[in-house]
């Protein structure tokens, strides 16, 4: 059962309240919030399609201890500002029992404390360091994907060990995601005794990088470190090409996925990313994911919606453990082992992630050639 609720605010209580009824005790309320407008949209409906195709899969099997599950789906608009409105909405009005997203880390960063207040269980696959336990002390949050640390470290690691870069250039976004994935790879490089010779930033919707990449050329920069959103590499990408600058391009996570590719998909050629999900892994698990979300959407998914299919599966679990009860819910996480799935077995971390799987591959046109597993 789904109800898709766009941030309209007349309309959505209008709806709210004439669907209000229609499922009673016999269900369970899941919160969808993702961006479907604005600068994340790009990511909303994969994450939206891999959920509900967990969730209508669960329902058909009987649901979770006999109860179907309802999804109330919210767009924050990839806004902080409207992720505040729309995740006290889904909590305080639709009383939902646990909420997947935002995806945004500079959303989640805005809204998680109304999870807390709630106590309500929040899963999202935003996956800046600044969203760890350790940072927000939430007990209440909990990450669905690994944490950016560990995947920038593996880039910055790869560009050293395996392309011998001495003399790597960043380029970077101005969100909490990029911001941070900045901090986390400057650090690691200094582990090394490598300092970046050019560290340049694009902002959100900028369609000109030239200036960025003249310092970087000027600088003498042997690899090129991408940490920005899909849209802005994918501008920086097609005027590497343009200009003729031929260093290696590694980026983070942001350039491993279809939103990506698909909007530089020559110019994308040859890009190594580090990522969470990539649909040409061998893995039986996800090769059957792969095939039946494919027949479903007539397409192949992308990260991040292998994170939410986990999500759903793992909430399943944890109630078929310990039963509804909130608070037994989220103690039973915090001590999380023993479920397989996209991601490989998932098992909460100190930080509250439960996942630390990342994968190397290169683009190579038709696909990504995973290069190595994490």
Partial sequence: MRRYLKVVPLMVLMVTLLAGSVAGAQTIKFGLVAPFTGSGSILGDYIREAMMLAVDEINAAGGIQGRQIEVIVYDDEASPATAINVVKRVIENDKVDVVFGPNMSSSVLAV??????????MMVGATSPSLGYDRTANPWLFRLRADDKVRVENQADYAVNILGSKKPGIIYGTTDYCTSARDVIIARFAEYGIKPVAVEQMREGDVDATGQLLNMVRAGVDSIMGLTHESEAAVFVRQVRQMG???PIVGFTAWGVPAFTDLAPEAATGVIAVQSF???DTNPVVVEFVEKYLARY??????PGQAYYDGVYVIKEIIDRVGFDKHAMREELENFSGYVGLQGELVTDEKHNLSRFSLISEFQGGGWNIIEKF
């Fill in 112 to 121: 998680h404390q109304v999870a807390a207040e709630n106590e309500t269980l």
């Fill in 245 to 247: 600058v031929n260093v």
């Fill in 278 to 280: 990539t649909p040409e």
């Fill in 298 to 303: 007539g397409r192949l998914p992308s990260d």
